[in-house]
Nanobody, 121 residues
């Protein structure tokens, strides 16, 4: 069974940066797409960035130009570099792995514990 461990969250001021990490065990990331999601209190979980097995990337409009998703196949880890953070980026961030369509749909039974990102104004 896939186990996902997210880390790197924290408290930053608006305009600051964070880099989140998603480490996987129980599967090889190489052949799958990986998505970063976030869920703010009272809101549904939303996909913010996805990277495909061949390197294709897509971002939610709210993070385009500020967030960058990347993958290190050797380390079986995916990163989310977050620059110019805004208070509205505050949420618990999660990652998950699957086919491109599965990641876009986000209907997974198995989620990690997530990592909290809090951006103060």
């Amino acid at each position: 069974q896939v186990q996902l461990v997210e880390s790197g969250g924290g408290l930053v001021q608006a305009g600051g940066t964070l880099r989140l990490s998603c480490a996987a065990s129980g599967t090889d990331f190489t052949h799958y797409s990986i998505g970063w999601y976030r869920q703010a209190p009272g809101k549904q979980r939303e996909l913010v960035a996805i990277v495909g097995s061949a390197g294709a990337r897509q971002y939610d409009d709210s993070v385009k130009g500020r967030f960058t998703i990347s993958r290190d196949s050797a380390e079986n880890t995916v990163y989310l570099q977050m620059n110019d953070l805004k208070p509205e980026d505050s949420a618990v961030y999660y990652c998950n792995v699957g086919s491109w369509s599965e990641v876009v749909a986000g209907r997974f039974d198995n989620w990690g514990q997530g990592t909290q990102v809090t951006v103060s104004s």
